[in-house]
């Protein structure tokens, strides 16, 4: 029970390291375990490094990366092959895809991904093992205990998008950066705010969720009083501005993320039927009421990762990724307690546009070590008032 409430006990000197490169170690064997033994997803589909499958809008990606090699291709004709006034007024110039961020689909066409998926899979296992490395380093600085460090490193979620290949991983990689800076003190961070800002700026080429790490940067500059008056005032015009372009390119993404509320039950209610009220015990007001505040829990209770599958998937793996959740949904409870004013900004700016959809746990996964953090005191001042009142009795 000692390591259950003891977060700040000392760590046994460099464990951390071990305990890194266990789960460095791990990973490499499910990477390769998966090469022979191919693993389902939810719609049935086989994931492995060889196979150039993915059941997160993978063939969304595949077809915007036909665009961007035809915009590149043509550009490259319009260079060689053309005179400089030709190359002003040619179409291929303004026939940038919009859709997605070009991050993801230039690493599909860079590492041939349809012909040698391995390649980009072999990426993503150094990428995930980066990130359990700054991760588990992080949390040691936090003191957290050895127990917790091995029990983050064999977390299931991280695995799957290691195998699974979309956005997801990259785009955690740069978030979870932003976020150990911002922990920081006042100063570090201010020192570091360029660091921010590119992290932000890679963070919008990859997903639109990268706007929610624009909105915070603004609002760190705007209310930390790192700059005067005239470059507050600069501050907002920009804002307004890269809001404007924003919108423009991923407003539809916002909107499809809307709708996939109409096609999905929570616990077997649509989102619409929450509204509506499922409680018809009660009177009409306190039904709504109660089930949109129900609704609200639940997006919480998906987004750790604890839901039902959205295809045919095997119960012993929806437990697996579910068991994360035990540790995720109680740190984001604590979090909002315990956490300093800037991490609870930054939380809540990254959760709203989230809940606003369908809330799951590749949502969560740019956050893991801060919520699995939080969640660790949760269990660590748990058991310590447990200990305590048991050994008052």
Sequence with gaps: MKILFKLSSPNL????IYIVIISVIARLIIWTLAIIYPIPNETGLLISPILPNSGIDLNFYLDETIKYKTYFFNIYNDLFS???????????????????GPIFPLILIITDFINNPWICSFLYLIMSSYLIYISIKWLNKKNVHWFWLLSFGGLPVPFWYMLNISPDLIFSLIVTLYMFV?????????????????????????????????VFSTYYILFNNYFGRKVFLLTIFIFIVLSIVFIYFYGNYLITYLLSNEYRTYFGYYQKDYFIGIYEFLPKILNQFFSIISLVIIKFIYFSGIRPTFGDTLTIFILIRSSAGLIILPGIIWLFIKANNNIRIFTIIYLLPIMLGLAQERYSLPIYPLLFYYGVLFYSNSFKSIYNITKFN
Excluded: R
């Design 82 to 100: 053309s005179s400089f006034n030709h190359i002003v007024y040619t179409s291929a110039f303004s026939d940038l895809p919009i859709s997605p």
């Design 13 to 16: 000197l460099n464990i951390w």
């Design 182 to 214: 911002i922990t920081e003190e006042k100063n570090t961070i201010n020192k570091k705010l360029y660091f921010l800002l590119i992290l932000t700026f890679l963070s919008i080429l990859l997903k639109p969720n990268g706007i929610s790490l624009f």
